[in-house]
């Protein structure tokens, strides 16, 4: 597959080539830019590669958006599962924009483009199928994130939305999968139509993918879908169907994931994993998890942290089981137990496929040992509850008989031990009679083969006898029996006898073929054994492929409980890793509630500086702005809005993320690193933080601060929580300041504001003009410094050495109030910036502190320059009544002298 398509995709190329799609509604498919029309032969190697589909790991997303309504729609090939969004999804109206804080916002800032990112980044999908009439704004959006991935874009025309019909005749087996199939064909009319649009497309896809493989066999070998009836290719690439759960999920933008490094960045993926004792992202701190399929799922729920209190809930009350001291023993089983399961959807789809070896078996029956002893642990645990959760459906819905009896019969069948000694498949004796006896008679083969060479050269020494004693004497060297899978049982005779073989008469015997030294024949002694023994190994290899084949039927008759039990083991062992770092690092289980504009955290740490930081100290955090649905809040004097001020460096940026990060994990049902949390549930987390990130992108800081600002106040909900870090940095000491305090200010006044915290050092803030000290709605928290007493600023007038041993110990600690200062220069002087600069820095900056005009001041002379300066002045005056017309007699020497008199 060649990723470098979309990236090498021009603008130009990709509008001329989606005009062609437009006026020519034949035309089949346009890749990335490639038009490919019905009837097309040329370049059938570029369309082989094009189109070159992995059906086993293939994961395709289609999306459309019309009239205002977004489908989607992914089809997992390694999983063999459709996912559907329930309903087409409206854009949410009820966001803050109502608030006239936004003329214009950047179009692709809004709910779809952000669901449309998140879908993207979370599937990880390797095609992405679009409808030709995209609108230009999310057409280019989805073209960069899928560039981002390395993802294939490939527009289809219009009508590939509108084919039902496979739909219709899809025969899935399942209450569930029926259910959500009639659902989304009975409401096709109505809410579902832009999706049943989106898997038409996606179908009509695999179908082309399928035709083009049968007609081309060098593209996919042991292809499964070749060779079957169209209407059973849907059904080999769906096994089951699951809804897109886009409504209890809460949403974090791409800043926000970066932000938060909720996983590591690209340039480190792979590498630098973790720091010597820490971790730099959630994915790492979480991935403990070793098993593939379980890596997907732990991705999967980092991408989607959860607004239902109840299912968040769920996987509390697992890691309070498996955290409570009487399942202390079985739980440190389990963390053993559960690392390194065989992903069962892999093994499956290597047994459907025939492509089965040693270690698809190995997995097997790895599985099923796993499967088997994480039950018994699982059935030993005591639950808390009687409500329903995983631990509870393994308890009560995995059939440990059937699993018991798989791995009998898999056991029974493959010699897992000889197989690993020889590295080829064996299976056991006493599987199959018919087999046992041919590998008797195999095993057997050397001593009758033996027999009959023996028998050949008893009779060509009779025939010889009037020859040549040496070669007589030789018989047993020249003359031999083998066997040759296929070719059969056969007489060898060196070449050395050949001159004496064609004179003897009556030798009925058949060349098959020579090598330069011997020549192979059929007697009739050998003859005599194909027909006894048939072609013993051929034999042995169709009967054990039959062994292996009955075995294999037998497996995939327990797919769905197999596949069923991977899903509920990985979503375990995930668990049992959040319970792990929790045990580990002292989180607690918190307290959510879901009507309350509530966030109190009591001495909370950051997730991941805490990993590497020996002594992080710990910080609180309250706000409480009432109910989300009382719209004047305000007057209860209630604050959702927290601006937390402070010296650079002094852990504002640590303090905000850490706040970010004890929501995100609690909603994505871990327990958080604080002594005590309450949270009412957050719908979206939106940023405003510079990250890595947003460093590589062009345009100017202020730019990007800006536009993120506006995306975050555009998408928030009073439910929101939005972290905003030194915004207007990026503009002049007057208008940040001012921008800062007018968007705090007007969020306040918001009847629907979200939570907000916010961190600045910019103490220009605080003036009447901009932001007063007690506004409704806003709290003031700042970081804590110890000044020790030698600490001075300098003042310009008094200025003397004594600033030498200032110092200025940062604490980290939050507290309320305002801090007016920022201490940036005290910081560059730590970081070792030369001392002279330094010390200007200081005298402006208390120039501008207090007040005063610092261009009139750099405009004042000392004393000292004004004496310099008068006695300039005198010298330049003497210089220029100097009359050199006088001089012309002078010479050199006495003009050189006068000159230097003047100038002293
Ligand atoms: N709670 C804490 N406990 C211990 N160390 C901390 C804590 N918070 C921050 N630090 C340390 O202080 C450093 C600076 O923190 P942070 O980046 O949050 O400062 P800042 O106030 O945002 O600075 P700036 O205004 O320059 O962006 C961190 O890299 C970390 O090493």
């Avoid at 989106?198 to 996919?220: K, M, R």
């Avoid at 080999?236 to 909720?262: F, P, Q």
């Avoid at 989300?628 to 460096?649: D, Q, Y």
Wanted: hydrophobic share 35%; aromatic share 8%; net charge negative.
């Amino acid at each position: 597959m060649s990723s470098e398509w979309n990236s090498s995709v021009s603008r130009t190329n990709w509008e001329v080539n989606r005009e062609v799609v437009l006026q020519d509604e034949g035309t089949v498919l346009l890749n990335n830019g490639k038009a490919i029309h019905e009837g097309d032969n040329n370049d059938e190697e570029d369309n082989a590669d094009l189109f070159s589909f992995d059906y086993d790991e293939e994961v395709v997303i289609s999306i459309d958006l019309s009239a205002g309504k977004f489908g989607c729609s992914i089809l997992d090939y390694h999983t063999k599962s459709l996912r559907v969004l329930n309903k087409d999804y409206v854009v949410n109206k009820s966001t803050i924009t109502s608030h006239d804080l936004i003329d214009e916002v950047d179009p692709s800032a809004n709910d779809i483009s952000m669901l449309t990112g998140l879908l993207i980044m979370e599937v990880n999908p390797t095609v992405c199928l679009v409808p030709v009439r995209l609108e230009d704004w999310i057409f280019e959006y989805i073209k960069t994130k899928c560039n981002e991935i390395h993802c294939r874009l490939e527009l289809l025309p219009i009508n590939c939305f509108k084919k039902w019909s496979p739909l219709q005749s899809l025969q899935l087996k399942g209450h569930d999968n029926l259910i959500i199939l009639n659902d989304l064909l009975s409401n096709s009319r109505f809410t579902t139509t832009v999706t049943l649009g989106t898997v038409a497309c996606i179908l009509v896809n695999h179908e082309q993918h399928a035709q083009l493989d049968e007609g081309n066999d060098s593209t996919v070998s042991n292809n499964i879908i070749r060779g079957r009836q169209t209407k059973s290719l849907y059904e080999d690439v769906i096994h089951n169907i699951g809804y897109i759960d886009i409504k209890d999920r809460m949403v974090l933008d791409e800043n926000a994931m970066s932000a938060l490094n909720i996983f590591p960045t690209a340039h480190k993926l792979g590498h630098d994993k973790m720091m010597k004792n820490g971790f730099l992202s959630i994915f790492e701190l979480f991935n403990q998890v070793s098993s593939d399929y379980a890596k997907r799922m732990l991705k999967s729920w980092l991408f989607n942290p959860l607004t239902n209190r109840e299912q968040i809930e769920k996987r509390y009350s697992i890691i309070r089981t498996l955290l409570d001291r009487q399942n202390a023993i079985i739980f440190n089983d389990l963390t053993q137990s559960i690392k390194r399961c065989p992903d069962a959807f892999g093994f499956i789809n290597q047994l459907r496929s025939g492509k089965s070896t040693l270690r698809t078996w190995s997995k097997v029956a790895g599985f099923l040992e796993k499967g088997i002893a994480i039950f018994k642990l699982v059935s030993s645990l005591k639950l808390s509850s009687d409500e329903g959760n995983i631990l509870h459906d393994i308890k009560n819905k995995v059939d440990l008989s059937a699993l018991k009896e798989c791995l009998r019969k898999v056991e029974t069948v493959i010699d897992f031990d000889t197989s690993k000694d020889t590295k080829t498949l064996t299976i056991n004796t006493g599987v199959d009679k018919r087999l046992d006896e041919c590998r008797n008679i195999y095993n057997h083969l050397e001593k009758i083969l033996l027999e009959v060479a023996r028998e050949t050269q008893g009779f060509l020494l009779n025939v010889l006898h009037q020859t040549n004693r040496r070669i007589t004497k030789n018989l047993e060297k020249l003359v031999n029996a083998i066997y040759i899978p296929q070719l059969g049982y056969l007489v060898t005779v060196s070449t050395l006898l050949e001159p004496f073989l064609v004179n003897t008469p009556d030798l009925e015997w058949e060349e098959i073929f020579r090598s330069s030294d011997n020549i192979y024949f059929k007697n009739e002694k050998v003859l005599e054994l194909d027909e006894t023994y048939g072609d013993i190994y051929g034999a042995i290899s169709d009967y054990e492929i039959e062994v292996l084949f009955s075995l294999q039927e037998q497996i995939l008759r327990m797919k769905n409980q197999l596949t069923a039990y991977n899903i509920l083991l990985s979503e375990l062992e995930i668990l049992v890793s959040f319970a792990q770092v929790s045990a580990e690092r002292n989180y607690v289980e918190p307290q959510l509630v879901e009507n309350d504009c509530i966030l109190d955290i009591v001495n909370g740490r950051h997730a991941l500086y805490e990993t590497f930081l020996s002594n992080y100290i710990p910080n609180s955090t309250i706000i409480d702005g009432g109910l989300f649905s009382e719209l004047s809040w305000r007057k209860h004097n209630k604050e959702r809005i927290i601006i937390v001020t402070g010296a650079n460096s002094s852990g504002k940026s640590v303090y905000l993320t850490q706040n970010g990060l004890i929501v995100y994990l609690a909603q994505i049902g871990c327990f958080v690193p604080a002594e005590r949390a309450k949270i009412g549930i957050v719908d979206k987390i939106l940023t405003r933080i510079r990250t890595q990130e947003t460093l590589y992108k062009t345009q100017s800081s202020f730019l990007l601060d800006s536009q993120q600002m506006a995306k975050s106040l555009s998408l928030a909900t009073e439910r929101s929580l939005i972290l905003v870090d030194e915004y207007g940095k990026g503009t002049d000491i007057l208008d940040g300041p001012s921008l800062f305090g007018s968007i705090m200010v007007n969020m306040a006044m918001s009847e629907r504001c979200p939570r907000i915290i916010a961190c600045t050092h910019f103490h220009e803030l605080f003036n009447e003009n901009v932001i007063t000290e007690h506004i409704q709605g806003i709290k003031h928290y700042c970081t804590d410094i110890l000044i020790s007493q030698n600490y001075n600023h300098i003042d310009p007038v008094q200025n003397k050495e004594d600033h030498e041993s200032e110092g200025i110990t940062f604490l980290f600690k939050i507290k309320k109030g305002i801090s007016k200062q920022s201490f940036g220069i005290y910081c560059a002087k730590v970081c070792g910036l030369n001392k002279s600069i330094v010390r200007r820095a200081e005298e402006l900056s208390n120039l501008i502190n207090r007040g005063d005009d610092v261009v009139q001041h750099c405009g004042k002379l000392t004393e000292k320059e004004m004496q310099e300066f008068q006695k300039n002045q005198e010298i330049v005056k003497k210089f220029l009544s100097w009359d050199l017309d006088l001089e012309t007699s002078t010479t050199s020497e006495n003009l050189r002298l006068k000159l230097k008199n003047l100038l002293r």
